[in-house]
């Protein structure tokens, strides 16, 4: 059973516009999400994560918007540059430091 | 500073074999954590280690085994390798600073077993 849908699966978004990638999940307990960036041969890097008590973040050209009720949470990456090509996946814990549960993952491509 | 180095990168091994992989964590790091990502897809958490206890488990059969070192580091021992074994497997370590976990990743070991 999948605790962490992520969609789309792949998604091409032209330079400077923006790249929104949804996850949603079933487990009420999570309450800690995070999102990482993997570029080929490389491990996940931590993005930018959130709580649930907290509907926005914002870093930089990353915000995370989180939905408790709907039980959703999307990355939008805004002025999108090809450096930001790469894979992406929301995750989830019951609390920071316990496992995460991962998403499939989104292949990001931005064309220049 | 050295982030979270992970060894050997590239690893072929055939079904039935033994195998070991190491993880040494970022400085100041005291929990390590091992993921299983097979191709096109997310990873998969095997087990997490502080102060050389296995502190929680994944889905993941007995086969997999794991230690950690008084100096943090840490070891992934997968027993009667079978073929669906084959998959990048990742080392990270973390310390947890308030509510944020601060994840850490290695660049993996590539494990193909044949």
């Known amino acids: 059973q999948q605790q962490v849908k992520q969609s789309p699966q792949s998604l091409i978004v032209q330079k400077g516009g923006i790249s929104i990638i949804n996850c949603a999940y079933e487990?009420?307990?999570?309450?800690?999400f995070p999102w990482y960036q993997q570029f080929p041969g490389k491990g996940p890097a931590l993005l930018i994560a959130?709580?649930?008590?907290?509907s926005e973040k914002k870093e930089g050209r990353f915000t995370i918007s989180f939905n408790k009720s709907a039980k959703q949470f999307s990355l939008h990456i805004m002025d999108s540059q090809p450096g930001d090509s790469a894979t992406y996946f929301c995750?989830?814990?019951?609390?920071?430091?316990?496992?995460?549960?991962f998403g499939k993952g989104t292949t990001l491509s931005v064309s220049s | 500073d050295a982030g979270v180095t992970q060894s050997p990168t590239h690893l072929i091994k055939t079904r039935g074999q033994q195998v070991t992989l190491r993880c040494s964590p970022k400085?100041?790091?005291?929990?390590v954590s091992w993921y299983q990502q097979a191709l096109g897809q997310g990873p998969q958490f095997i087990f997490q280690?502080?102060?050389?206890?296995?502190?929680q488990r994944g889905n993941f059969p007995d086969r997999f085994s794991g230690h950690q070192y008084p100096n943090y580091s840490s070891e992934l021992n997968v027993n009667a390798l079978l073929l669906g074994d084959s998959a990048l497997y990742l080392c990270?370590?973390?310390?947890?600073?308030?509510?944020?976990?601060?994840?850490?990743f290695g660049s993996g070991t590539q494990l193909s077993v044949l």
């Open positions: 990270a370590s973390s310390t947890i600073q308030g509510w944020d976990e601060k994840l850490f």
């Open positions: 487990n009420t307990a999570f309450d800690y």
């Open positions: 959130i709580r649930p008590d907290v």
């Open positions: 995750a989830a814990s019951r609390q920071a430091g316990t496992a995460l549960i």
């Open positions: 400085s100041g790091h005291d929990t």
């Open positions: 280690y502080y102060e050389e206890e296995e502190r």
